[in-house]
């Protein structure tokens, strides 16, 4: 079972909001990764970190910004929520390397609403 | 382009077989993956394919992979009503931080 936590698992909220979603894993991953899907759509890469005090863009473009301050904590700030910002947020975390034991394993998700 | 594809919607009848297929798109990619999504919860790795296999066997699933077409497959065998839930392809592309690129999911449901 991956230990990979994510909260809060639902979150509704006003426009204009500022968010945070957190992320958290206990296995001692270098790497973590955030994805957003939308219904239906392929997930897409939002932000990744390789370490401690590394932190990329992912593929899509998105308003958020993540840190990464301590190996196990990677979470996800939206400065001011919008209706657009309106997804679902899935975490992932995997070793360092590029072999067949970098699974990604995710957490459960944070399905976001902006009212 | 930049995309996985893969049919959005199977039904299948308890027992039968499921074929969910799945077209990628860089030559290179170094590991192909299946993931499953249960409704609520994260994506768990099913099984992978190295890219220089053409077939793979874990149980009831079977991963079948045709390079020249870039194309994969995930069949799963005597399909039980535990199975319904959203199944992923992935690619893991070189180069950078060998990234995973997902397919939109295929949603899998078993009738009686």
């Known amino acids: 079972e991956a230990d990979i936590y994510q909260t809060p698992r639902y979150l509704v909220i006003g426009t204009g909001k500022k968010i945070t979603l957190e992320c958290s894993q206990t296995?001692?991953?270098?790497?973590m990764y955030w994805y957003q899907q939308d219904p239906g759509m392929e997930l897409h890469l939002i932000h990744y970190?390789?370490?401690?005090?590394?932190?990329e863009k992912g593929d899509l473009s998105s308003e958020s910004t993540v840190s990464r301050i301590r190996t196990e904590h990677f979470p996800l700030t939206l400065e001011s929520a919008r209706p657009s910002h309106t997804s679902q947020y899935l975490c992932?975390?995997?070793?360092?390397?590029?072999?067949?034991?970098?699974?990604?394993?995710f957490g459960q998700g944070t399905r976001l609403t902006v009212v | 382009g930049e995309d996985v594809e893969q049919s959005l919607f199977l039904s299948v009848r308890e027992g039968d077989s499921s074929v969910i297929n799945c077209t990628y798109t860089?030559?290179?990619?170094?590991?192909l993956y299946w993931y499953k999504q249960e409704p609520g919860a994260g994506l768990q790795l099913l099984t992978y394919i190295f890219s220089n296999m053409d077939m793979k066997q874990d149980q009831r699933l079977t991963v079948l992979l045709n390079k020249k077409d870039k194309h994969l497959s995930l069949r799963i065998a005597d399909t039980q009503t535990g199975d319904s839930a959203i199944y992923f392809c992935?690619?893991?592309?070189?180069?950078?931080?060998?990234?995973?690129?997902f397919g939109a999911g295929t949603r899998l449901a078993v009738h009686p």
């Open positions: 296995m001692g991953h270098d790497k």
């Open positions: 992935a690619e893991r592309r070189q180069g950078g931080y060998n990234k995973l690129i």
């Open positions: 992932a975390s995997s070793e360092r390397g590029g072999g067949k034991d970098t699974e990604a394993f």
């Open positions: 860089d030559s290179s990619s170094t590991y």
């Open positions: 970190s390789y370490g401690v005090n590394s932190t």
